[in-house]
T-cell receptor
Framework: NAGVTQTPKFQVLKTGQSMTLQCAQD?????MYWYRQDPGMGLRLIYY???????DKGEVPNGYNVSRLNKREFSLRLESAAPSQTSVYFC????????????????FGSGTQLSVL | KNQVEQSPQSLIILEGKNCTLQ??????????LRWYKQDTGRGPVSLTI?????NTKSNGRYTATLDADTKQSSLHITASQLSDSASYIC????????????FGAGTRLFVKA
């Protein structure tokens, strides 16, 4: 079991360029998430997918789009990168437990360090 | 407004010493609280979960406590090892008409030989 796999690990973009961050999980989890981590701040939710076929905005969705391609894969797209999107991006997944108040833990990928110049 | 505050921001200790990390939260209603460990260049990994009715839970050399009345949690690390050097993140799940996961900014722990 690889867990949650993210690619690429590092990326440098120029302002206005576009790119897609890929994420795949092999744990048969229903829910998948994209977070960004900035210095001195807690992880912030960009978008999530509670189940295959659904996506919803999180706390900071502006400038991003997502696709839940199938149960395994959840991609994050930056259509026109801006310097404010320089951050470390984490994909996560978990098995949503409807009966116990979201007690299920999140499993994270290793992150993508993105710099926008 | 930060709903999960962690202290200290960073901490340096000598190998073999104990330390305690603090987490104060204002999230209400409260569902559960987790502590995650994040090694440099890696994603966070869950250490332990505390639900409303639990006061103390141990996971090896890690012991988490929760006081739901004062909305405080702590993570105590005993007999620290070099491999404990990492960020420790407090995560609170609130139930505010839908479950919401709120992350603290973390405490960066450095264990020196």
């Amino acid at each position: 079991n690889a867990g949650v796999t993210q690619t690429p690990k590092f990326q440098v973009l120029k302002t206005g360029q576009s790119m897609t961050l890929q994420c795949a999980q092999d744990m048969n989890h229903n829910s998948m998430y994209w977070y960004r981590q900035d210095p001195g701040m807690g992880l912030r939710l960009i978008y999530y997918s509670a189940s295959e076929g659904t996506t919803d905005k999180g706390e900071v969705p502006n400038g991003y789009n997502v696709s839940r391609l199938n149960k395994r894969e959840f991609s994050l797209r930056l259509e026109s990168a801006a310097p404010s999107q320089t951050s470390v991006y984490f994909c996560a997944s978990r098995n949503r437990d409807r009966g116990s108040g979201n007690n299920e833990k999140l499993f994270f990928g290793s992150g993508t360090q993105l710099s926008v110049l | 407004k930060n709903q999960v505050e962690q202290s200290p921001q960073s901490l340096i200790i000598l190998e073999g010493k104990n330390c305690t990390l603090q987490c104060n939260y204002t999230v209400s209603p409260f569902s559960n609280l987790r502590w995650y460990k994040q090694d440099t260049g890696r994603g966070p990994v869950s250490l332990t979960i505390m639900t409303f009715s639990e006061n103390t839970k141990s996971n090896g050399r890690y012991t988490a406590t929760l006081d739901a009345d004062t909305k405080q949690s702590s993570l105590h690390i005993t007999a620290s090892q070099l491999s404990d050097s990492a960020s420790y993140i407090c995560v609170v799940i609130g139930n505010t008409g839908g479950f919401k996961t709120i992350f603290g900014a973390g405490t960066r722990l450095f264990v020196k030989a």
